[in-house]
């Protein structure tokens, strides 16, 4: 799969605000499509646990898509959590809210999404 596939996969399901999270973003293909569909002044918090792979995405979003805001948090989306008012999340191959992993087995946790201080996780994900 390619940029293309990806933007086409999530298309139906992006709109309707400029916020939005992306959990379990991984090497952040989905992330990068996401930008490319909310465009300039769009801001994405993307939450993963491995910290190398957040550094990846930030540097391909900056290099493609320097018009969008992106957050990259080191945490473990199954620990509590904070983030900012969003407008959307999209979590583990869901867009638009969906509290199921990809493969129905486990719900994920209630986020508080209220208060986040995204400036104390940004410098652990591109230090």
Do not use: C, E
């Not at 490319?36 to 491995?50: E, F, H, K, M, W």
């Not at 986040?116 to 410098?123: E, I, K, L, M, T």
């Amino acid at each position: 799969m390619d940029h293309d596939d990806h933007v086409a996969l999530i298309r139906d399901g992006i709109g309707g605000g400029m916020t939005w999270a992306d959990l379990g973003s991984g090497g952040g293909a989905f992330t990068l499509a996401m930008a490319d569909l909310l465009g300039p002044g769009a801001t994405i918090y993307s939450v993963d646990r491995d910290q190398a792979a957040l550094a990846k995405q930030s540097s391909a979003l900056r290099d493609r898509f320097p018009n969008v805001t992106l957050h990259p948090i080191v945490a473990d989306f199954t620990q509590p959590l904070d983030l900012p008012a969003l407008d959307v999340a999209r979590g583990r191959g869901r867009v638009g809210g969906d509290k199921a992993h990809s493969d129905g087995s486990q719900p994920l946790p209630r986020l508080d999404l209220r208060g986040a201080q995204p400036d104390r996780y940004a410098s652990a994900a591109t230090a």
